[in-house]
């Protein structure tokens, strides 16, 4: 069974930074892509980011240049370091893995969630 916990996120004011993390437990043989994505109130879940698994990243266009996802292979780990936030920014932030399970199968896994709300 993969699991996939996130930390991070929370409140601050316009301008500020936060940092998120997702880190993989259990039994799979490799991690191919990792992103985030975000669902504001009312809106489409979007990709915010994606790193595959030789480092390549794409940005969606709304975070190129504040955003920054960077990966951790030995701790099966995501990050997504939030610079410069807007309000706009404001949503529930999910990671993704793409992965192959033990067995040797893809799968894609979620993480649980977390609210990043910034204040104008």
């Known amino acids: 069974q993969v699991q996939l916990v996130q930390s991070g996120g929370g409140l601050v004011q316009a301008g500020g930074s936060l940092r998120l993390s997702c880190a993989a437990s259990?039994?799979?043989?490799?991690?191919?892509?990792m992103g985030w994505y975000r669902q504001a109130p009312g809106k489409q879940r979007e990709l915010v980011a994606a790193?595959?698994?030789?480092?390549?990243?794409n940005y969606a266009d709304s975070v190129k240049g504040r955003f920054t996802i960077s990966r951790d292979n030995a701790k099966s780990t995501v990050y997504l370091q939030m610079n410069s936030l807007k309000p706009e920014d404001t949503a529930v932030y999910s990671c993704?893995?793409?992965?192959?399970?033990?067995?040797?199968?893809?799968?894609?896994?979620w993480g649980q969630g977390t609210q990043v709300s910034v204040s104008s």
């Open positions: 993704n893995f793409a992965l192959i399970t033990e067995r040797g199968r893809p799968g894609k896994y």
């Open positions: 259990g039994s799979f043989v490799s991690i191919n892509t």
């Open positions: 790193i595959t698994s030789g480092g390549s990243t």
